[in-house]
Structure formats: structure tokens, C-alpha cells
């Protein structure tokens, strides 16, 4: 992206949700969207299937810093 930091944020559906690309697509608009309204950064949003993200019931990096470390 030009040089440029960017975050992907990877969100689950509900359960039982339908599966719609196009409901999908506008889900993840909004919440990029709302991302960018609340804290100024632009984001790719993901949606995934219910049960996709891992689970943990310990304390879990939820932040992955995949920048070049130069």
C-alpha cells in the first residue's frame, strides 16, 4: 500500500448467519468505516464463518505487528 501502514481486522458472523457475499461486503464496509470515523485508520475487514478465529482462554496477542523490523 505506497509505503503505508494498514490493518486487516478479521470478524466473525454470527452463528446461523446466512451466507450472503453481498450482505458480507456491506458488513465489512461499515465496520471499515466505523474504524476509520472512530480512530482515523483505514482498514481491510474480513468476514468469516462462525467458529473460524481461534480460541483461547488465556491471555492471547491479538495484534500482529507484521512490519519489517529495520
Known amino acids: 500500500m505506497d509505503g503505508l501502514d494498514?490493518?486487516?481486522?478479521?470478524?466473525e458472523?454470527?452463528?446461523?448467519a446466512a451466507v450472503d457475499a453481498v450482505h458480507d461486503?456491506?458488513?465489512?464496509?461499515?465496520?471499515?468505516?466505523?474504524i476509520r470515523s472512530q480512530i482515523l485508520v483505514r482498514s481491510?475487514?474480513?468476514v468469516l464463518e462462525p467458529g473460524s478465529l481461534?480460541?483461547?482462554?488465556?491471555?492471547?496477542?491479538?495484534?500482529i505487528?507484521?512490519?519489517d523490523k529495520d
Do not use: I, Q
Open 13 to 16: 458472523k454470527r452463528p446461523g
Open 25 to 34: 461486503g456491506n458488513l465489512a464496509s461499515a465496520v471499515a468505516e466505523d
Open 54 to 63: 481461534p480460541r483461547s482462554f488465556a491471555k492471547t496477542k491479538r495484534v
Open 44 to 46: 481491510r475487514v474480513d
Open 65 to 67: 505487528d507484521s512490519r
Open 6 to 11: 494498514h490493518m486487516v481486522v478479521r470478524v
